[in-house]
């Protein structure tokens, strides 16, 4: 939640002391409790920063992103034990090697992971939409961006249906943190993969978020911003719509164009 602090305000030669309203920025750990050599432990998976909020969704979805989980019977229990920590608690069933503990920042979301993923390629499951129904989703975001209009500090990603409707939507001072929560949400929904949705970020289209939708099965990715190389690399490799520069007016289709009438 944003948090009110003391600021001096400078503007045409006078100064006024004021409050502003800042974006929160804290420590999440989490804490994953698994079954080794036929006893169970919980053991600290490391540390991200993030935005207060949707922390069992943010926990979920990493595990998903990163591959440690597959389905919503990998996980037995998810829950909040105190304010920056929580707990999830994996199966019997799954074999989980922790390995060196993460150590991610609200800016990259990979950072602490050995190696950089590999990501199948999707099967065209039919998803199609016309360019009238995208053009109109950067503003229906822009209306859902609460904390970014209060702080125009934080980052925001939305799922969004054929039709233009935005099914579900998560704002994090870390772009990756939002996307996360989004795809830890449809993992406890138990909607995964999302073979029938599409991402849409208020920001660039980096790597990792190119991915992170690929890995949910989410066939159309659309960010305000720009992509970067290594995102169409991927994008193209794994047959995702990717779409950047999205304004009323304009879009720029970098990979699976056909998605898109």
């Not at 990792?208 to 994008?235: C, W």
């Amino acid at each position: 939640m944003p948090r009110r602090v003391p600021v001096e305000r400078w503007a045409g030669g006078e100064r006024k002391a004021e409050d502003d309203w800042l974006a929160e920025e804290a420590p999440l750990e989490i804490l994953i409790e698994h079954s080794f050599k036929d006893q169970r432990r919980t053991a600290s998976w490391g540390i991200t920063l993030r935005s207060p909020g949707h922390d069992e969704e943010l926990a979920l979805g990493l595990l998903f992103s990163e591959g440690r989980v597959e389905s919503a019977a990998d996980v037995e229990m998810v829950d909040c034990l105190e304010e920056g920590r929580v707990r999830v608690a994996l199966a019997p069933h799954v074999d989980l090697d922790l390995g060196r503990q993460r150590a991610a920042t609200a800016a990259c979301g990979f950072c602490g992971s050995p190696d950089l993923p590999v990501t199948p390629a999707l099967e065209d499951r039919g998803f199609r939409m016309t360019y009238e129904v995208l053009s109109m989703l950067p503003a229906l975001l822009e209306s859902k961006q609460g904390h970014f209009q209060e702080t125009g500090a934080v980052h925001a990603a939305a799922l969004f249906n054929s039709v233009g409707t935005l099914v579900a939507v998560r704002e994090d001072v870390g772009r990756h943190n939002a996307v996360d929560k989004l795809i830890g949400w449809a993992f406890g929904q138990k909607l995964l993969p999302l073979e029938q949705a599409g991402l849409l970020l208020s920001g660039r289209a980096g790597f990792e978020l190119v991915h992170k939708a690929a890995r949910a099965g989410i066939p159309f990715v659309a960010a305000i911003g720009a992509p970067t190389t290594l995102s169409v690399d991927l994008a193209r490799h794994t047959n995702v719509t990717l779409a950047g520069f999205l304004r009323p007016g304009k879009v720029n289709l970098y990979s699976g164009t056909w998605r898109l009438r």
